[in-house]
């Protein structure tokens, strides 16, 4: 069974190396995802035997007037249960005039597969406000209003649902989910606008640790991320990442799209961690932007007080 875990792995992480193209994003790319998969996977909820709360702040294109904003607010926990996790999860997301604030829980449960692996299944539940003033926007280069769009857009309650499975070792980790379920769009809602507000995302997430025992305090972690719209190119990001001393990461990512990464965090203590990274895109859009800057935040509590803590390498 482990062989075969391996095999699969390895198999998942040299899959994006394979050239191919890539469009615009759907839904909001996080560049750290490695370190907090419950945003795009419920299964992840709760898995890690502490209470946490995590924050993340992205500003896509810096540089260019209203491009990408993204910030995002996550909340995990176990039970009294310890085969089962809970979660919550609130995006807000503003690009250009539009703005979609998404508030959604998470339920996760967990199955023995073998003594070393678990397999967790988890359900996301929740709904997305969706805003879009287009009586706002101006056409270029004279500033004029555009009479087609004469209505502005505002939904205040669009429900959705998601399912995962993470499937983990201590040194390995395979996950894959859909979010959202439902393909909610405007067509209803106004005549001359028309955009799907939620899309169906297929997220395939990989990675393996490896401890290098001549040198204690050195773990190396490549990791992977497949995704795929109905329509659209599949797009992959695909990084390795060193542990120094357990209290720092450093990564680099190649992402499809053109853009390079660098991963960093810094684990203060036990219980509190702050990273940083940045985005450098090499296509066209390169001369006119500054780059990409992620920050994010994560705070642990233990309070279950429980004898056994795994380690938290992804």
């Known amino acids: 069974m482990k062989n075969w875990i391996k095999c699969l ?13 890539s469009h ?25 035997e502490k209470i946490g709360f995590s924050t993340l702040v ?15 607010f996550s909340f995990h926990s176990p039970t009294n249960n310890e085969k089962v996790g809970v979660g919550l999860n609130v995006t807000n997301d503003h690009y250009g005039l539009e703005n979609k604030l998404g508030v959604f829980g998470d339920y996760a449960y967990e199955v023995a597969i073998t003594p070393q692996a678990r397999l967790r299944l988890g359900l ?8 879009n003033p287009l009586t706002l926007y101006q056409l270029y280069p004279d500033g004029k209003y555009d009479e087609a769009y004469a ?20 040194h390995y980790y395979i996950g894959l989910s859909i979010p959202k379920m439902l393909r ?21 997430t990989a990675g393996y640790v490896f401890r290098f025992i001549q040198f204690n305090y050195l773990i190396f972690k490549p990791t992977m991320m497949i995704t795929y ?14 542990m120094l001393r357990e209290k720092l990461w450093l990564g680099l990512m190649n992402r499809s799209g053109n853009a390079i990464s ?6 203060m203590d036990n219980n509190l961690r702050l990273g940083f990274a940045m985005d450098l895109t090499y296509n066209e859009i390169f001369p006119y932007q500054y780059g990409t800057y992620e920050v994010t935040l994560g705070f642990d509590m233990d309070f279950f007080g429980r004898s056994y803590i795994r380690e938290k390498f992804f």
């Open 9 to 21: 792995a390895s198999a998942i992480l040299l899959f994006p190396l394979f050239p191919g193209e």
């Open 24 to 48: 615009g994003q759907a839904e909001p790319v996080l560049t750290q995802y490695m370190f907090n998969m419950q945003p795009i996977n419920p299964a992840y909820a709760g898995m890690w």
């Open 58 to 72: 992205r500003k896509q294109w810096a540089g260019i007037n209203r491009s990408p904003l993204t910030q995002v």
């Open 124 to 131: 996301k539940f929740g709904f997305l406000n969706y805003k």
């Open 151 to 170: 209505e502005d857009v505002d939904l205040k309650f669009l429900p959705n649902f998601g399912i995962g499975g993470f499937l983990y070792e201590e």
């Open 184 to 204: 909610n769009d405007l067509k209803a809602n106004i005549n001359n606008y028309n955009i799907e507000a939620q899309i169906q995302t297929v997220y395939l």
């Open 229 to 242: 719209n109905r329509g659209l190119p599949i797009q992959y990001d695909i990084g390795v990442n060193f």
């Open 262 to 267: 660098f991963v960093s965090q810094w684990i």
